[in-house]
């Protein structure tokens, strides 16, 4: 595959959550994935495979689902680190990185992944501004559900 074709299709994603709960507690939850559908309403669903991976699918605004088999890489609650392995509509990693911050934690979403989903990649050019708008929307829409999530126990 042609180096240009790769970058269209390639995208790396860094957000910050700031969030009035203890790390732990943060961690903890980001930790149960089967739980996110409660309250991240982008994530549609999550199936468990095995203990360590499963099958998540997603709609953001946009009217297409993406889905994926997520397969745990790191688990490290000493240093805050969730790590998973994709593959499927999106192919890559994503990791969650949680740490004290002012009052409460500090959340860092990482991602890193290739659009593999055919349609998504036919209007890679012309859709890329769209796509970023969707995933900054899903991702403020699930710090907003996670704080609600956390202030209610």
């Not at 970058?7 to 994935?33: I, Q």
């Not at 192919?91 to 004290?100: E, K, L, S």
Request: proline residues 7%; positive net charge.
């Amino acid at each position: 595959m042609p180096v240009r074709s790769r970058r269209l299709h390639r995208y790396r994603f860094h957000t910050v959550w700031l969030l009035n709960a203890p790390p732990t507690v943060v961690y903890a939850v980001l930790e149960r994935a089967e739980a996110y559908p409660r309250w991240w309403p982008q994530v549609r669903e999550v199936k468990a495979l095995d203990d360590r991976s499963g099958v998540a699918r997603f709609r953001s605004v946009l009217p297409y689902d993406l889905t994926v088999v997520a397969s745990e890489r790191v688990r490290d609650p000493g240093a805050g680190v969730l790590e998973i392995g994709m593959r499927g509509d999106l192919a890559g990693w994503a990791r969650w990185t949680v740490v004290p911050g002012a009052g409460g934690t500090r959340a860092v979403f990482e991602q890193d992944v290739e659009v593999c989903k055919p349609l998504l990649r036919r209007f890679a050019l012309l859709g890329r501004p769209v796509f970023v708008a969707n995933h900054a929307l899903m991702m403020r829409s699930g710090r907003r559900g996670l704080a609600a999530w956390l202030a209610r126990g």
